[in-house]
């Protein structure tokens, strides 16, 4: 049976939301992203008058790569809905904080950690990273351990305190403490 | 008769190193619970957890510190009065832990001197009450940061 959520699947990535059971507490609906704002208007006017949550899912390899869910709820019906609109890198959405106001810090944290960019956002700045933080961690690109390759890199922010870290406290460094154990020894 | 003096001023000293309140992850829970009636961490004369940095002498990095709570850290330390102290406390604030990411500093002591570790995850408050014993012995013995040091 095709699903609402079983979107174009492009080369052999697996589409993992196609082999999940159908959901009965929410209607999940796949929306193309040029049509998506008016019908998330159409929705507000149907009563969908709260947005849960906002999201983002990066299927690496799939075509388009990202899916934004937006989980709406009916206050007078509690009905659900989940609008799912695939997106690729380098595309933009429009913001929904003018419909939602709780949009606002979640599309923040969509931007954050996927890179994706919401246009007419009022403040679209990082939100869960530092501001001066390079690359997405959620895609799924993004190296573990991030970009950079040193085992336990010393954060940038340690050098300019008039606090000289990392050296041992005078009398416990190793060479000072195995001293102190031979001598308990002998 | 100075030899007195230091004496006196080292167990004082030693007998009333106050903590700053700084709780980053679970075990905060634990350290919490040296202050309980169990453990009584008053007995040693810690049980003033300080609000300000201003007023501590010892810092207990109670968690894994986020690249983003570094700073605040960093921050915190700075603030502290001399003579301070500064406990690594569990697995994750002296080498990040499971938590071998982008995301989490891998051992706090990258960017603040550490004096005792303790290990564990998390430690036991008894675990703790053991480092601040140590702290306590590093004084009175005219280590790092003792007043007459």
Not at chain 1, 62 to 69: A, H, S, W
Not at chain 2, 102 to 122: K, L, N, S, W
Request: charged content about 25%; some cysteine.
């Amino acid at each position: 049976m095709p699903s609402t959520q079983n979107p174009p699947i492009a080369g052999t990535a697996i589409d993992p939301t196609s082999l999940r059971p159908k959901l009965d507490d929410a209607v999940v609906e796949r929306i193309s992203p040029s049509e998506l704002r008016a019908r998330l208007e159409a929705f507000k006017g149907d009563g969908y008058a709260m947005l849960l949550d906002l999201g983002a899912v990066d299927y690496l390899g799939r075509e388009p790569r990202f899916d934004v869910v937006y989980h709406l709820l009916n206050l007078a019906t509690h009905a659900r809905l989940r609008v799912l609109c695939g997106i690729n890198d380098g595309e933009h959405l429009r913001s929904v904080m003018d419909l939602w106001k709780s949009a606002d810090w979640a599309e923040r944290e969509v931007f954050d950690l996927f890179g994706i960019v919401f246009d007419g956002h009022a403040d679209l700045r990082r939100i869960q990273m530092p501001n001066d933080w390079e690359g997405h961690p959620l895609r799924k690109d993004y190296p573990m351990r991030g970009n950079n390759a040193e085992r336990s890199p010393r954060p940038a922010f340690a050098n300019k305190s008039n606090v000289v870290a990392g050296t041992p406290p005078a009398g416990r460094t190793l060479e000072a403490l195995q001293e102190q154990v031979r001598r308990a020894r002998e | 008769m100075l030899a007195r003096v230091d004496e006196v001023a080292r167990w004082a000293q030693s007998s009333s190193v106050w903590p700053l309140t700084m709780g980053l992850a679970c075990c905060a829970i634990e350290m919490m619970t040296v202050t309980s009636a169990e453990y009584d961490i008053a007995r040693l004369g810690s049980e003033v957890f300080r609000s300000s940095p201003r007023q501590a002498d010892l810092m207990i990095v109670s968690g894994r510190v986020a690249q983003k709570m570094g700073p605040v850290v960093k921050r915190l330390y700075d603030q502290m009065a001399d003579p301070k102290w500064v406990i690594s406390m569990g697995a994750c604030a002296s080498s990040g832990g499971i938590f071998d990411n982008y995301a989490v500093i891998q051992g706090v002591d990258t960017i603040v001197p550490v004096d005792v570790y303790v290990p564990g995850c998390p430690p036991t408050p008894d675990g703790l009450l053991y480092a601040v014993n140590l702290i306590q012995q590093q004084i009175r013995q005219g280590g790092r940061g003792g007043i007459f040091a």
